[in-house]
């Protein structure tokens, strides 16, 4: 079992910068990739950006790219989302998702490959 809580959402204006926190807890050492996803009313949910955990590899949105950076600090079992010139159409809820398998895999932006899941953090971008 892995536990994720999310923290650092809130309310911006365009442009703006926010960081997004997740600590994990639990097997963490079970779970090999990480990653933010997001959810905006009425639309389905979407990876953001994710990082293998073992090689620090990492993908991205092309809607992210170049604003969005997926980091993560093994020793306190945290993972962030330093998100720079936000947008409007960044608001949702964003969701921390970790992946335990006994296969190895890439890292991939799906959220169906991901099985452990946070509550969630509002970020909300006004214009």
């Known amino acids: 079992q892995v536990q994720l809580v999310e923290s650092g959402g809130g309310s911006v204006q365009a442009g703006g910068s926010l960081r997004l926190s997740c600590a994990a807890s639990?097997?963490?050492?079970?779970?090999?990739?990480t990653g933010w996803f997001r959810q905006a009313p009425g639309k389905e949910r979407e990876g953001v950006a994710v990082?293998?955990?073992?090689?620090?590899?990492?993908a991205y949105a092309d809607s992210v790219k170049g604003r969005f950076t997926i980091s993560q600090d093994n020793a306190k079992n945290t993972l962030y989302l330093q998100m720079n010139t936000l947008k409007p159409e960044d608001t949702a809820m964003y969701y921390c998702?970790?992946?335990?398998?006994?296969?190895?895999?890439?890292?991939?932006?799906?959220?169906?490959?991901?099985?452990?899941w946070g509550q969630g953090t509002q970020v909300t971008v006004s214009s």
């Open positions: 998702a970790a992946r335990v398998t006994p296969y190895y895999s890439a890292c991939v932006l799906d959220s169906g490959d991901y099985n452990y």
């Open positions: 639990g097997y963490t050492n079970t779970q090999d990739c």
């Open positions: 990082i293998d955990i073992g090689s620090g590899n990492t």
